[in-house]
């Protein structure tokens, strides 16, 4: 008992800096971080697709263009000529950022087990591909369950939320928006590491 008691001190006494440090955690400065829980993410990202200068890269487990009303959806109001998502308005914001000559790449999840997501990324990146955006299918024999945005140098959107209808609308999802170059150029590394193992669409 005082063996177990002593090891629980320990433990909370043992600086957390200490512990990052140990474990080779890199440590990047940042500017600021917003919080992006639920039905905050939406309008945050669309904002800051509709502002970048220079380029968008996506890198998304699953992704959704909707040409009718979301199957399960418990809450789902549509009023007359709006999208039947959110998702659709953002695949549209890419495209008008490709066009105005913004860099947009994007990753999407393929996979040799679920055919399903398959199928739907790649409706998605036929809609993106029409656009003008460039598009590439992850590896199908390793699953790609990021759900990352980087926007310009100096802007990462990273956390849960996928596109798809219930994502936005209806689950509790939690992402943040961090403002750090540092940081958007370690999470560009790692896309570009994931975009050697993808194939063009």
Request: no cysteine; net charge neutral.
């Amino acid at each position: 008992m005082k063996r177990h008691l002593a090891l629980a001190i320990t433990i909370v006494l043992f600086p957390f800096s200490q512990i990052l440090a140990q474990a080779n955690a890199p440590r990047l400065p940042v500017e600021w971080i917003k919080v992006l829980n639920n039905r905050d993410y939406f309008p945050a990202v669309e904002e800051v697709i509709n502002q970048a200068k220079g380029s968008i890269w996506v890198m998304m487990y699953s992704a959704r263009y909707y040409t009718e009303p979301p199957k399960y959806a418990r809450h789902y109001t549509h009023g007359e000529g709006q999208p039947y998502s959110n998702t659709n308005l953002l695949l549209e914001d890419l495209v008008e950022a490709a066009k105005r000559g913004v860099k947009v790449i994007v990753i999407l999840d393929s996979s040799d087990w679920n055919k399903e997501n398959t199928e739907k990324n790649r409706f998605f990146a036929g809609m993106l591909k029409e656009g003008g955006v460039k598009v590439f299918l992850d590896d199908p024999r390793v699953t790609t369950h990021d759900k990352l945005i980087l926007v310009d140098d100096d802007l990462t959107i990273v956390g849960s939320t996928n596109w798809t209808y219930y994502a936005l609308e209806e689950n509790n999802e939690t992402s943040v928006m961090i403002k750090s170059g540092e940081v958007n150029h370690a999470y560009k590394k790692y896309f570009l590491q994931v975009k050697q193992g993808a194939q063009r669409f």
